[in-house]
T-cell receptor
Framework: GENVEQHPSTLSVQEGDSAVIKCTYSDSASNYFPWYKQELGKGPQLIIDIRSNVGEKKDQRIAVTLNKTAKHFSLHITETQPEDSAVYFCAATTKAGTALIFGKGTTLSVSS | ETGVTQTPRHLVMGMTNKKSLKCEQHLGHNAMYWYKQSAKKPLELMFVYNFKEQTENNSVPSRFSPECPNSSHLFLHLHTLQPEDSALYLC??????????????FGPGTRLTVL
């Protein structure tokens, strides 16, 4: 079935370091890949997304890269700050194109 | 705030109770979704509605019954649940269905505990 694999499940970095989270998807028809950040007690919030016709997108300290041939995409956070600590989810559109399939999440901890 | 509200935020119910979760979006979106979030599992899609019509039921047990009276409101009616149904239930909305690259906005969720 359709699935999205996400690694690592936990990631601890020092403030100022970079963090990278990787995801692979199974359905080559997927065409939209958002990343969500979920803080304690809140719902997931979109932080960046990328469409299949683009290889890379950047927004200040956050960037996402997409390799459609290999069916994987990655989130890059530079100059991490303690407020970046949260659970991050990657997602990809379903084959039916109606909703999203999510990865299991990565708990990022940034220590000062 | 994302423009998607959910009530109640917390709910404790017995296995024989009937309760309902409510979601409201103030974004003028056409599509709404229910997701289940359990510990150490990915978000699981439950139902998809587009223009009030259900377009997807992801093999959800019949003890969960959704209702979408209009494009702004979505309910999840709960009946004779099991303890394993305890989870965070998230509602989301998007302008149109996600396949078009439409951003999904999530509510804060309802933390459900089934005793």
């Amino acid at each position: 079935g359709e699935n999205v694999e996400q690694h690592p499940s936990t990631l601890s970095v020092q403030e100022g370091d970079s963090a990278v989270i990787k995801c692979t998807y199974s359905d080559s028809a997927s065409n939209y890949f958002p990343w969500y950040k979920q803080e304690l007690g809140k719902g997931p919030q979109l932080i960046i997304d990328i469409r299949s016709n683009v290889g890379e997108k950047k927004d200040q300290r956050i960037a996402v890269t997409l390799n459609k041939t290999a069916k994987h995409f990655s989130l890059h956070i530079t100059e991490t700050q303690p407020e970046d600590s949260a659970v991050y989810f990657c997602a990809a559109t379903t084959k039916a194109g109606t909703a999203l399939i999510f990865g299991k999440g990565t708990t990022l901890s940034v220590s000062s | 705030e994302t423009g998607v509200t959910q009530t109640p935020r917390h709910l404790v119910m017995g296995m024989t109770n009937k309760k309902s979760l409510k979601c409201e979006q103030h974004l003028g979106h056409n599509a709404m979704y229910w997701y289940k979030q359990s510990a150490k599992k990915p978000l699981e899609l439950m139902f998809v509605y587009n223009f009030k019509e259900q377009t997807e039921n992801n093999s959800v047990p019949s003890r969960f019954s959704p209702e979408c009276p209009n494009s702004s409101h979505l309910f999840l009616h709960l009946h004779t649940l099991q303890p394993e149904d305890s989870a965070l239930y998230l509602c989301a909305s998007s302008q149109d269905l996600a396949g078009g690259g439409n951003t999904q906005y999530f509510g804060p969720g309802t933390r459900l505990t089934v005793l």
